[in-house]
């Protein structure tokens, strides 16, 4: 089944109504465009807790896409500061991220399904730039020939007719594999979490609590222990507090756990022994827990074939460690916005080609670099491995945060070896 489109209109595909997709969704848009997105869930469901964008992103969602004031109106709030504490309770270290005004954006904290439902309103309004795109939900993508821009659905539809492609269909991409060659599996970290989600309201009162943070402070949180960790932080204007506990996997390895698998309060506790009352007081407040087992990617050769790219998860899944996963999907989408954004009316192949290998030579290499900086973040002073990452937090945010879009970035690193400024921050152990 082709999509129908006029002869002079940029046909494109999305697949997948994530965070990933919908921002490119809305970065393409313009003249004689035609944006379908194909998502294989119902759109229907929870997304999600509490998520950060750091300045390096939301520099683009709230400026240059123009949705502040709607991310606004859901509360969303900027993060004052992150800290880190001991599991006594003693900050060790602040930094002030309202101090940087170089990184040009603020690191925002929204409620997931806010900013999932800001992204899709704006993707599919009636008033932006261009034609809306559309929607087609339960449309589970099964196979892609990149050569032709066509895919199979899984009821035995194929869809075809595009100009691009862009798979933003998260860390089980199905698209992947048509990409590189072979099959790409995610790789377990040996480390779950456990995710809740508090009103504040229901710790206002508890003073033991109250000693140590307030729920409705704009400020990120991170209780380091010897093997585990928590990461905290307010959304929708301090009514509900985030907690993310990073525990050690030690689920059964044939079992994939999702968003929605539930965790057991006293496995928490028990896993949070070590950790003061007060942390453990917090758990106590949570309605529900939700547990998955954390996996990230290993670095792949290329995120392009033919007429199509990956994206977010689908090219670079990386740990929650550093809070950069959504902040590097929407740098993709600001990408393929940039490097499409002369483009009128129907490309060429060679025109389409061209512009893919020059976002995957601008993104892949920076993306693959914060992916393995998350993962060496993730682990136990005591298990590092041959490769030691000598880098302060601060270090870490200036290298992500310092950054001004696809086209400057290729530009200043065009005529060095694009990772060059990160020597000084890996060594041999």
């Known amino acids: 089944m082709a999509i129908k489109s006029a002869e002079s209109e940029f046909r494109i595909l999305i697949v997948g109504g994530g965070i990933a997709g919908l921002a490119t969704a809305i970065a393409l848009r313009g003249p004689n465009r035609r944006i379908l997105i194909l998502e294989q869930s119902s759109l229907n469901r929870e997304i999600g807790a509490t998520i950060s964008l750091q300045p390096n992103a939301s520099q683009f969602v709230e400026k240059e896409w123009n949705l502040e004031s709607d991310l606004r109106a859901k509360g969303s709030?900027?993060?004052?500061?992150?800290?880190?504490?001991?599991?006594?309770?003693?900050?060790?270290?602040?930094?002030?991220?309202?101090?940087?005004?170089?990184?040009?954006?603020?690191?925002m904290l929204y409620h997931r399904q806010?900013?999932?439902?800001?992204?899709?309103?704006?993707?599919?309004?009636?008033?932006?730039?261009?034609?809306p795109a559309e929607i087609l939900v339960k449309s589970k993508v099964v196979k892609c020939d990149c050569e032709e821009g066509?895919?199979?659905?899984?009821?035995?539809?194929?869809?075809?007719?595009?100009?691009?492609?862009?798979?933003?269909?998260?860390?089980?991409?199905?698209?992947?594999?048509?990409?590189?060659?072979?099959?790409?599996?995610s790789v377990r970290t040996g480390q779950a979490a456990y995710r809740m989600m508090i009103e504040a309201s229901r710790v206002g009162?508890?003073?033991?609590?109250?000693?140590?943070?307030?729920?409705?402070?704009?400020?990120?949180?991170?209780?380091?222990?010897?093997?585990?960790?928590?990461?905290?932080g307010p959304a929708r204007n301090g009514d509900?507090?985030?907690?993310?506990?990073?525990?050690?996997?030690v689920s059964d390895p044939s079992i994939k756990t999702s968003w929605t698998t539930k965790g057991s309060l006293e496995d928490l506790l028990e896993?949070?022994?070590?950790?003061?009352?007060?942390?453990?007081?917090?758990?106590?407040?949570?309605?529900?827990?939700?547990?998955?087992?954390?996996?990230?990617l290993d670095p792949i050769k290329t995120w392009t074939k033919g007429k199509v790219i990956l994206i977010g998860d689908a090219a670079h899944a990386m740990l929650p460690t550093q809070?950069?996963?959504?902040?590097?999907?929407?740098?993709?989408?600001?990408?393929?916005g940039t490097f499409f954004r002369d483009v009128q009316g129907n490309p060429s192949q060679l025109a389409v080609r061209s512009r893919l290998k020059l976002i995957d030579e601008t993104r892949r290499p920076r993306a693959t670099q914060i992916q393995?900086?998350?993962?060496?973040?993730?682990?136990?002073?005591?298990?590092?491995?041959?490769?030691?990452?000598?880098?302060?937090?601060?270090?870490?945010?200036?290298?992500?945060?310092?950054?001004?879009?696809?086209?400057?970035?290729?530009?200043?690193?065009?005529?060095?070896?694009?990772?060059?400024?990160?020597e000084d921050l890996t060594v041999e152990g």
Not at 205 to 218: H, M, N, Q, S, T
Not at 271 to 296: I, N, S, T, V, Y
Not at 323 to 336: L, V, Y
């Open 77 to 107: 709030m900027i993060d004052k500061a992150f800290r880190i504490c001991s599991t006594d309770g003693t900050e060790h270290k602040r930094i002030d991220l309202t101090a940087k005004s170089e990184y040009g954006g603020d690191r």
């Open 114 to 131: 806010d900013l999932h439902e800001v992204l899709k309103s704006a993707a599919t309004s009636e008033t932006r730039e261009g034609l």
């Open 150 to 185: 066509s895919v199979e659905l899984e009821d035995g539809r194929v869809l075809d007719g595009f100009d691009l492609i862009v798979a933003a269909d998260g860390i089980r991409s199905n698209i992947r594999r048509f990409i590189v060659g072979e099959e790409v599996s």
């Open 205 to 232: 009162d508890d003073e033991d609590i109250r000693r140590f943070l307030d729920p409705r402070e704009a400020v990120t949180t991170m209780v380091m222990g010897h093997q585990n960790r928590l990461i905290m």
């Open 240 to 249: 509900v507090y985030s907690i993310v506990a990073m525990v050690a996997d």
């Open 271 to 296: 896993a949070f022994k070590e950790f003061p009352d007060w942390c453990k007081r917090l758990f106590r407040h949570a309605p529900e827990l939700g547990l998955w087992q954390l996996r990230d």
């Open 323 to 336: 809070g950069q996963g959504a902040s590097q999907a929407i740098e993709d989408a600001e990408a393929i």
């Open 372 to 422: 393995l900086l998350s993962r060496e973040s993730a682990k136990p002073a005591t298990e590092k491995g041959d490769k030691k990452i000598k880098v302060s937090p601060d270090q870490y945010m200036d290298y992500c945060c310092t950054y001004n879009g696809a086209r400057a970035w290729r530009e200043e690193h065009r005529t060095t070896d694009i990772l060059k400024k990160l």
